[in-house]
């Protein structure tokens, strides 16, 4: 079974930053667009952002824009979730997700900000790692 591994969670202050990775278990990312989730204590899980398999279009929830960064290096077999001036409302379990179906099609054909799968949309998953900002 496809899976992906979460890693580079922790605690942070206010204003802190982190990065995280995703990595996959046993296979190459290399055709797949990663998405990055996340939930906080109950609530809804949120899309936080995604990358493409090839054209590097990348997407952004409008809470995480000019804070977050999502890049990938294929050559390593991961993607990474840059984040910056974290507040206390990132808080929350980040999951990452795979697909390379229709989700990928779509977001190699579309300029960046035009398409932002939901988790539906992707099929392999990671077990999250969790987040805390907090003074």
């Known amino acids: 079974q496809l899976q992906l591994v979460e890693s580079g969670g922790g605690l942070v202050h206010p204003g802190g930053s982190l990065r995280l990775s995703c990595a996959p278990s046993?296979?190459?990312?290399?055709?797949?667009?990663v998405g990055w989730f996340r939930q906080a204590p109950g609530k809804e899980r949120e899309r936080v952002s995604c990358?493409?398999?090839?054209?590097?279009?990348?997407n952004y929830a409008d809470s995480v824009k000019g804070r977050f960064t999502i890049s990938r290096d294929n050559g390593k077999n991961v993607v990474y979730l840059q984040m910056e001036n974290l507040k206390p409302e990132d808080t929350g379990v980040y999951y990452c997700?795979?697909?390379?179906?229709?989700?990928?099609?779509?977001?190699?054909?579309?300029?960046?900000?035009?398409?932002?799968?939901?988790?539906?949309?992707?099929?392999?998953w990671g077990q999250g790692t969790q987040v805390t900002v907090s003074a």
């Open positions: 990358i493409s398999s090839k054209t590097l279009g990348t």
């Open positions: 046993g296979f190459s990312l290399d055709d797949y667009a």
């Open positions: 997700a795979a697909s390379r179906g229709l989700t990928a099609i779509k977001l190699n054909t579309f300029p960046s900000g035009h398409v932002f799968p939901t988790a539906e949309e992707y099929d392999v």
